[in-house]
């Protein structure tokens, strides 16, 4: 009886083994291979005293940007600027001089084209870099030549086998090409362009909140590699917790969704029982706070003040965005007690 009660235990236990689902697994091959690069190329610029750093696209072989190039060059550069150890210029600008000074008709960027645009930014040294495919492998190509001699600090070969997964966040990170007409060395125009880009953002906001719906501002959701690189600027200076929320991404990435959906709602809630008349809502003041700038990527804080004239009401709105690669990205929504 007793062998027939073991057998029985033995079986139910082997069953609920069967039909349990695995645990996902992060593919990080991608992320630990340009960690890898980026370290790397972080030992060599230090060992060489380099302090101001100009990072170009990385491209094809035949010198022109595709989206899987543009990733990369973006991965590396946000890499390296989690290192702290270095003063990286935007890209933007980096773009510009290149456009302004026609140095390079051909989209190849030679040594002494790279040694030219180090000198008219004053960086001590400049990244080039080119990706292939060849035979269902990413062949990413790394160099870094010396402003001041040309010679070559750093050489870099890496291979990482491409699948849907990678195609899929690749295509979902694509940076938009820079506003020519936009000098970026003005930093007046700069400062009233996030003025109007927050004014712009805010009505969007504000015609999800009035309508009520989500569907309208899930638009301001970030996908997984983007909340990723939030994850990383946010806590760029605690590695150790930005280990562990990577590390969990797939569930850190659930939380942010559920969150993000429970705000939204939690704060059409809020605003029905403050009986609005959205007909004669206007915006008297929309203030932003920097809190974070790298490169193409800017965290803001927002407060934003709506007037009722006819009830003479006052809301108050906070939040945060994020404006990663040209999308805004909306985290921490909710009502403002003055």
């Known amino acids: 009886m007793k062998f027939k009660i073991l057998f029985y235990l033995s079986f139910c236990f082997l069953q609920f083994c069967a039909y349990q689902q695995p645990e996902e697994v992060e593919d990080t091959s991608l ?9 790397s190329l972080s ?3 230090e060992k060489h005293n380099v302090k101001t750093l100009a990072i170009t696209n990385y491209t094809d072989s035949f010198g022109k940007e595709n989206p899987m190039a543009s990733y990369i060059s973006d991965e590396i550069t946000l890499q390296l600027f989690l290192k702290e150890a270095f003063q990286i210029i935007e890209r933007e600008q980096i773009d510009y001089i290149i456009n302004e000074q026609k140095l390079s008709e051909s989209g190849l960027i030679d040594e002494k084209s790279a040694i030219e645009i180090g000198n008219i930014l004053s960086v001590d040294a400049i990244v080039l870099g080119d990706v292939t495919e060849v035979n269902n492998n990413i062949v990413i190509n790394t160099k870094v030549v010396s402003s001041g001699t040309g010679q070559i600090l750093f050489m870099d070969k890496t291979s990482v086998s491409k699948n849907k997964d990678l195609d899929s966040i690749v295509a979902d990170s694509i940076p938009p090409k820079l506003d020519r007409g936009l000098d970026i060395n003005d930093d007046t125009k700069k400062s009233k ?3 109007q880009s927050v004014r712009r953002l ?3 906001l504000l015609g999800c909140l009035r309508n009520e719906k989500f569907k309208c501002y899930n638009k301001f959701l970030a996908n997984k590699d983007q909340f990723r690189k939030i994850i990383l600027i946010k806590h760029a200076k605690d590695k150790r917790l930005r280990k562990l929320k990577t590390k969990n991404l797939n569930r850190e990435f659930l939380k942010y969704k559920k969150e993000h959906k429970k705000q ?3 704060l059409v809630s809020r605003l029905d029982k403050r009986d609005i008349d959205w007909d004669n809502i206007k915006i008297k003041k ?3 706070r920097i809190i974070k700038n790298y490169d193409r990527k800017k965290l803001f804080n927002v407060s934003v003040v709506l007037s009722d004239g006819k009830k003479n009401k006052h809301v108050h709105i906070g939040f945060k965005a994020f404006k990663l690669n040209g999308k805004w990205i909306i ?3 909710g009502l403002k007690r003055k």
């Open 31 to 39: 992320y630990d291979n340009l960690e890898s690069i980026a370290s």
């Open 43 to 45: 030992v060599s610029l």
């Open 193 to 195: 362009s996030n003025d």
């Open 202 to 204: 805010t009505r969007e």
């Open 264 to 266: 939204f709602l939690d």
């Open 286 to 288: 929309a203030d932003f």
């Open 331 to 333: 985290n921490d929504i």
